[in-house]
Antibody
Framework: QVTLKESGPALVKPTQTLTLTCIFS??????????LSWIRQPPGKALEWLAR???????FYSTSLKSRLTISKDTAKNQVVLTVTNMDPVDTATYYC?????????????WGQGTLVTVSS | EVVLTQSPATLSLSPGERATLSCRAS??????LAWYQQKPGQGPRLLIY???NRATGIPARFSGSGSGTDFTLTISSLEPEDFAVYYC????????FGQGTKLQI
C-alpha cells in the first residue's frame, strides 16, 4: 500500500525558511523510474508544481521559484525534504508531495493529504 | 509555460446526469494530459492519464478524450460521490494545472 504524508510547521514568519518533510511507504525511491514531487495549492487557487527529485538523484525546480527551493532525499528513511527560503504571505498554501513513475507516464498517481502552511507575522 | 484553461468554473448538475468538463491548452500538449478529482481536505486523485486512459480502480463512468489543445472529461451518469473539484494537468512541458471546475449538486 502506497502512502505519503507531509509534515512541517503550520505557521512561519515572513523571511523565514520553511522545511517540509514527506515520509512515504509502499515504494522505494531507489527504484528506477521513481519520482517524487512537491506541489502546492494556495487557498481557493490552482495547483502549482514546485520541485521534483528522481530515483537517480536528479533534481528539478519550478523556474519561477528555483532560487528559493531545495529538494533532497534520504532513501534509507523513505523521506524527501523541501526547503523554501525567504517565505512571504503569498506562499501561504497547502503543500503536497506526490509520486510519479516514468513507466506509467509520469503522472501523479499517489498524493499525500497535504499540510497547510500559513505565512504571517 | 503551458496555460490550461478549464470551463466552466462551476457546473451544477444532479445525480444521474451527464457531466462534460473542458480543458484547453495554450499550446499543443499532444496527449500528455491528465484529470484529477479533489475532495475537501484530500489530495487529488488521478482519474485519467494520457488524455483517455483510466487510472487503476477508476469507474468506467469516467472517460477522457481529446488531443493537442482541447480535452474533455465526461462523467456519464453522476453518482453522489462525484461532486468535487476536477483539475486537468499537462506534462508535455514540465507540469502545469488548470484552475479547476467545481462540480456541485
Amino acid at each position: 500500500q502506497v502512502t505519503l504524508k507531509e509534515s512541517g510547521p503550520a505557521l512561519v514568519k515572513p523571511t523565514q525558511t520553511l522545511t517540509l518533510t514527506c515520509i512515504f511507504s509502499g515504494f522505494s525511491l531507489n527504484t528506477r523510474g521513481m519520482r517524487l514531487s512537491w506541489i502546492r495549492q494556495p487557498p481557493g487557487k490552482a495547483l502549482e508544481w514546485l520541485a521534483r527529485i528522481d530515483w537517480d538523484g536528479h533534481k528539478f525546480y519550478s523556474t519561477s521559484l528555483k532560487s528559493r527551493l531545495t529538494i533532497s532525499k534520504d532513501t534509507a528513511k523513505n523521506q524527501v525534504v523541501l526547503t523554501v527560503t525567504n517565505m512571504d504571505p503569498v506562499d501561504t498554501a497547502t503543500y503536497y508531495c506526490a509520486r510519479s513513475l516514468t513507466i506509467s507516464g509520469d503522472y501523479f498517481d499517489y498524493w499525500g493529504q497535504g499540510t497547510l502552511v500559513t505565512v504571517s507575522s | 509555460e503551458v496555460v490550461l484553461t478549464q470551463s466552466p468554473a462551476t457546473l451544477s448538475l444532479s445525480p444521474g446526469e451527464r457531466a462534460t468538463l473542458s480543458c484547453r491548452a495554450s499550446q499543443s500538449v499532444s496527449s500528455y494530459l491528465a484529470w484529477y478529482q479533489q475532495k475537501p481536505g484530500q489530495g487529488p486523485r488521478l482519474l485519467i492519464y494520457d488524455a483517455s486512459n483510466r487510472a487503476t480502480g477508476i469507474p468506467a463512468r469516467f472517460s477522457g478524450s481529446g488531443s493537442g489543445t482541447d480535452f474533455t472529461l465526461t462523467i456519464s451518469s453522476l453518482e453522489p460521490e462525484d461532486f468535487a473539484v476536477y483539475y486537468c494537468q499537462q506534462r508535455n512541458d514540465w507540469y502545469t494545472f488548470g484552475q479547476g471546475t467545481k462540480l456541485q449538486i
